[in-house]
């Protein structure tokens, strides 16, 4: 055993890397802030899409048979508008041969504009109760209904009955549809009429204190005298029957223009104006009939058909009356209704497009799992036929090369690991500037295992790159294995890793990287991901020939390949990713060797994971970025290029990104859709993900019993990858760079018992 004299100044490299790394970290809050104001604005968006799309039902009443005791006869015996002046309660009928129309549960699409359309053409307001959270979702509408002079008052913003919710409820669903009014149109109304509401003898002890609650805050509330039933799409005929009133009576009528198919409606409308203007009946609005009431006059060009007897000034001053229940809009209350528009505008744009996204993020995951499953079971028949070989048996001695930084706590497991391999071997140890005698332990370990064939190489701290150059240099064979220094070997994983260098071709290959301490939740939810996500994938890019990544736990490279590229680089994080493609660009082949296992200590805490898979994700863009040329080059350059970079981008990147998508419309489905079918869908992908798994699973020889905590897996852990890929896609779109970060240790991994024995 030799050793090498460590270069001035290696004491303080630490300190230096603690003050890097202080101040990388502090540059990346900004970044991490950046991620977390993206999720927010996501789940948002998706709220405020459900809560507008609260679903409308048909009028009906939600209870019956309810006592009335409380409320003022002269209130359930009197007209359909009723007005507090004073703390007293009053109504105002609708005089005769009048009609006040009035419609509800609107603004719609389909059906308002032709609503308004006839409207226009007959000349005749009407008063629309609106749905606040269809006016922020159709803002538009309600400006052309409010500029052709008709009125509109509140249907709530949810269309929920009122009489059972809270005094905090009430208020919020007022005031969230005037704010709405105010964006859509600038204004804000004292018009109401509850949902599930009818006539005034309807009233119960239930909802009367929600009339007199509003009433005092200078609300008027609106009943009907005829309901046309419309929404029961009884027929044509039925809904004009049923909306004329009786002899000469006034009324105010109800019909709807939202709330369901409304084609019955739209047909019925003319035919119904037709009929009460054959029957000298003048239309007007909630408005005018108050005023009517109050001045004791003729209503005033309440019917713009008045404009018929030339009296053209009398017809527009009837119009500005007829909209006296509406208040311009000013100050707060007009920006933030602009605002509340404005945000529904967003999130009426950013559903249906991550609706899209969604469905191409599920296509390709599905895509991804189908290919995972038959070609690694075609991998899997090929590397077991019985002639299947790489060639004669490779027995030469090889370099192992172990990087070694603070490992105090796993060298010597390594070591012990190392000591029983059944191929020759010599083990390079290079000692990365550590600062808790790794060195020491290392040279005592090999002291008292009789390892003769072990190097301690001490340098400066600079970085596993370095180290693993100095490695190679150091190597006295033409095969160099290399590994991490928490990791330990099977006695017959060199062997087995170094069998495909009897191809010629084959510059590098790639191992088989096992979590070794998968005991405690954290480590089982990464032992499913290493057997599933990491062996699965690189079965198939074997066989496809565009393996991304030797696992810097476990991988053997020709030493001529190595130094061919330029040895290990210092442009990425990801020095393994980076140093696989460029022997893919160098021309050589580049295989898996499931049969070589390496048992590596996974990270015990979450900030230790979260810290490592932020510089694994950011790594591989970096490798990505700079090997991007590899997508015009030609030969086996190009290959990788136009194949397995586009399918690490897709895989590794692209869908990750956007997978959270499945997850936050199960949600959304599950809230607002339908539970049932939203719970049985990710189930069903749930399902898919086990079957994968457990294939994956059986390949490897693994114990089925971790599969139990995958369910767990993806409602925690797989957030949580989500959320450090995102970031570390901010981190390189935002041109931030990010220092290696050493993992705390605990040396818990040894070679399984009975392995090798």
Known sequence: MTTTTPSRGRRRAPTRMKRAAGKAAALQKPRVILALLLLLGLTSVMLLDGYLRAEVGGDQRVRDGASSSKVPDTILNGGPIISFRGGQATTTSVPARTIALTFDDGPNPTYTPQVLKILEKYDVPATFFVVGSMVSRYPGIVKDMVDQGNEVGIHTFTHVDLSYQSDARVRREMTQTQLALAGAAGITTTLFRAPYSSETDAIDNYSWPVY??????????????????????????????????????????????????????????????????????????????????????????????????????????????????HREATGATLYEGKALVGAVAVAEYAVPTLSVGLAVVGVAVMGRFGMMLILARRHYRQRNRRRFGWGPA????????????????????????????????????????????????????????????????????????????NGVRSAGHDIV????????????????????????????????????????????????????????????????????????????????????????????????????????????????????????????????????????SYGTMQALWKHRKSLTDKGPSGRF???????????????????????????????????????????????????????????????????LMMPLQQLAYRQMMYLVLIHSCITALTGGRLRWQKLKRTGEVGTPAGVGR
Not at 401 to 424: D, F, G
């Open 212 to 325: 007199e609650k509003l009433g005092e805050e200078g609300y008027t509330s609106v009943f009907v005298d005829t309901d046309s039933d419309d929404w029961k799409k009884p027929g044509v005929s039925k809904i004009v029957k049923w909306a004329t009133p009786s002899g000469t009576s006034g009324a105010s009528v109800l019909m709807h223009d939202a709330g369901g198919d409304r084609e019955q409606t739209i047909e019925a409308l003319p035919k119904y104006i037709e009929k009460m203007r054959a029957k000298g009946y003048t239309f007007t609005t909630i408005s005018g009939v108050i005023e009517a009431q109050n001045t004791g006059a003729q209503l005033p060009g309440g019917d713009r058909n008045a404009s018929q007897n030339g009296n053209q000034n009398a017809d527009r001053d009837g119009a500005a009356r007829l909209q006296a229940a």
């Open 481 to 616: 294995v290399m590994m991490d220094g928490d990791t330990v070997f099977e006695p017959d994983t060199v062997r087995q890793l170094v069998q495909p260098f009897a191809n010629e071709e084959v510059g590098a290959v790639a191992g088989n990287a096992k979590v070794g301490n998968r005991n405690t939740i954290i480590g089982a939810w990464q032992h499913i991901e290493y057997v599933m996500g990491f062996n699965l994938d690189r079965r198939m890019y074997d066989l496809l020939r565009c393996m991304p990544t030797i696992p810097g736990a476990i991988g053997a490279f020709r030493r001529e390949a190595v130094l061919q590229v330029g040895g290990m680089s210092e442009d990425t994080l990801a020095e393994d990713t980076d140093i696989t493609i460029a022997m893919h660009r160098a021309g050589w082949r580049v295989v898996y060797q499931e049969h070589a296992r390496a048992w590596t200590e996974a990270p015990g805490s979450l900030k230790q994971l979260w810290s490592q898979r932020y510089r694994w």
């Open 394 to 469: 490779v027995t030469r001695p090889v370099s192992v090369i172990v990087p070694a930084y603070n490992e105090k706590e796993c060298i010597a497991n390594t070591l012990e690991s190392l000591a029983r391999s059944t191929h020759p071997i010599e083990v390079i140890i290079v000692d990365d500037g550590s600062s808790d005698g790794t060195s020491e332990i290392a040279r005592a370990a090999a002291e008292q295992l009789g390892m003769t064939n072990v190097r301690v190489v001490r340098q400066e701290n600079a970085g596993k790159p370095a180290a693993l150059n």
């Open 641 to 707: 290029g136009r194949v397995g970079m586009p399918l690490v981008v897709i895989f590794q990147i692209v869908t990750p990104v956007f997978a959270p998508l499945i997850d936050v419309f199960t949600a959304y489905s599950m809230i607002f859709v339908d539970f049932q079918a939203a719970l049985y869908a990710w189930l069903a992908v749930l399902g898919v993900q086990l079957v994968c798994a457990a294939y994956a699973f059986k390949l490897d020889r693994e114990k089925y019993r971790y599969l």
